[in-house]
């Protein structure tokens, strides 16, 4: 007879309990939160979500996040993954600037990279505390199909962020 072993290091599926977001039948996310992570992030149709997020202040200003996230629904072939770098660093009067390198792909697909790159942004309060914009540019290498040579793209954006709650 073997018994459960439990341990404070290694946490499963079964162990923390599912919930689901409003208006998202049929989707279950079991979210893991820590001191350094937080877990579940998207939902795509029915499926399931699973993100793992470690971070780590390096100095006083600066904080490095390793993110993962992985997604099996009825829109993905496989698994659909996400895993990357990014770099935050608080400059004074809230504002901040940011560097970020990531891959992400598809297991059952023809191209299991799909994509590749980095994007720099830089973001601030916009008068109140609740109200803020990003500024971002990156470039990325994207492959939908295998014959394809990877080519370059650069793009940016501009980003309006509204946060609800006691700011």
């Known amino acids: ?22 208006n998202h039948t049929g989707t279950v996310n ?9 877990g579940a992030n998207k939902v795509e149709g029915w499926g399931e979500t699973t993100a793992l997020d470690y971070e780590y202040q390096i100095n006083e200003p600066t904080l490095a996040r390793w993110f993962n996230d992985g ?3 009825q829109s993905t072939l496989g698994l659909s993954w996400r895993t990357g770098i990014t770099l935050y660093r ?6 901040a600037a940011l560097a970020e390198v990531r891959v992400e792909g598809q297991t059952d697909a023809a191209v299991n990279v ?13 008068g109140r505390k609740w109200l803020l914009g990003e500024v971002y540019s990156g470039y990325d290498w994207p492959k939908s199909s295998p014959g394809e040579v990877r080519h370059s793209q650069l793009y940016g954006g501009v980003t309006l962020e509204i946060l609800f709650g006691h700011y």
Do not use: C, E
């Open 71 to 73: 997604t099996w629904s």
């Open 90 to 95: 608080n400059l004074a009067n809230a504002k």
């Open 114 to 126: 799909s994509n590749y790159g980095g994007r720099l942004a830089y973001r601030q309060t916009l």
């Open 1 to 22: 007879m073997s018994l459960p072993i439990r341990s404070r290091y290694f946490v499963r599926p079964q162990d923390v309990p599912p919930y689901h977001p409003a």
């Open 30 to 38: 079991r979210r893991l939160i820590g001191a350094g992570n937080v």
